[in-house]
C-alpha cells in the first residue's frame, strides 16, 4: 500500500520530467539567424557543473560547420536572436556563444554553477553531419539531455563511442579521451563573456535585451 502511495505520488513528477519541446522557429528567422564562422569547424561538448559538490547538471553540443549551432536538448536558453527548432538553437555568433554559457554560468543562490567547453577540430564534412544528426534527432524530454548529446555523437564520425546515461560528467569524461580535444572553463562574472544582453533576475530568471 505505502509503495503504491509513493508511485502515484511520484507520477505526476515523472511525467513533468518527460515533457519535450516543441519549439519551431519559421524558416525565415532560422534563415535570418545563421551564422558561418571563419574558424576551424569544430565540434564543442558544454558541461554546466555544480560548484558545490560538482555534479553534472547539463550537456550541449555547439558545432561550428557550414553554420555554427548549439544543440541544447532539453534546454532552457532563450533569446530572440537565436531561433529555436526541437533544441537546436540557430544564429550561434560569437556573441552568441557567450551569452549561452553565461547563461549557465551562474552564482546565484542555491544556484551556484560554471561551465567547460571541450572542443574537438573536424573537418566541414563531420560538423556537418553533427549538425544534420542534431536536426534530425527531435525534441528531447526533460532531465536526458545527456541521452540526447550521445544520439547525436554517436552519430558522427570519430565520436561513435560517446556513453549514454544520465551523467554529464560521464559524457565529458568520456569526450576528454577524444585526440586534439582542448579546453576552456567560464565562471560568473568571467571577462571573456558578453554581458548585457541578459540580466540575471535574483531569482535565477532572465530578463532579454536588445542592444
Not at 558522427?156 to 546515461?165: E, L, N, R, V
Not at 571577462?191 to 548585457?196: F, S
Amino acid at each position: 500500500m505505502f509503495r503504491r502511495v509513493l508511485l502515484a505520488l511520484a507520477l505526476p513528477l515523472f511525467l513533468a520530467a518527460c515533457g519535450a519541446d516543441n519549439k519551431w522557429a519559421s524558416d525565415e528567422s532560422v534563415r535570418a539567424a545563421r551564422y558561418t564562422s571563419n574558424e576551424q569547424p569544430s565540434i564543442s561538448l558544454i558541461t554546466v557543473i555544480g560548484v558545490a559538490r560538482g555534479e553534472g547538471g547539463h550537456s550541449a553540443l555547439l558545432i561550428n560547420g557550414s553554420q555554427q549551432v548549439i544543440f541544447d536538448p532539453a534546454g532552457s536558453f532563450e533569446h530572440p536572436r537565436a531561433p529555436e527548432r526541437h533544441d537546436v538553437l540557430y544564429g550561434i555568433s560569437p556573441q552568441m556563444r557567450n551569452v549561452y554559457i553565461d547563461y549557465h554560468a551562474r552564482d546565484l543562490p542555491g544556484e551556484r554553477y560554471y561551465v567547460t567547453v571541450d572542443t574537438v577540430p573536424v573537418s566541414r564534412e563531420v560538423a556537418d553531419t553533427a549538425i544534420r544528426a542534431a536536426e534530425g534527432n527531435g525534441p528531447v524530454n526533460k532531465a536526458f539531455c545527456v541521452s540526447g548529446v550521445s544520439n547525436v555523437l554517436r552519430s558522427t564520425p570519430g565520436f561513435q563511442g560517446a556513453p549514454g546515461g544520465f551523467s554529464p560528467l560521464r559524457l565529458r569524461n568520456w569526450f576528454l579521451t577524444v585526440p586534439g580535444v582542448s579546453t576552456a572553463e567560464y565562471r560568473d562574472g568571467d571577462p571573456r563573456l558578453v554581458h548585457g544582453d541578459l540580466l540575471k533576475m535574483s531569482d535565477g530568471s532572465l530578463r532579454t535585451y536588445d542592444r
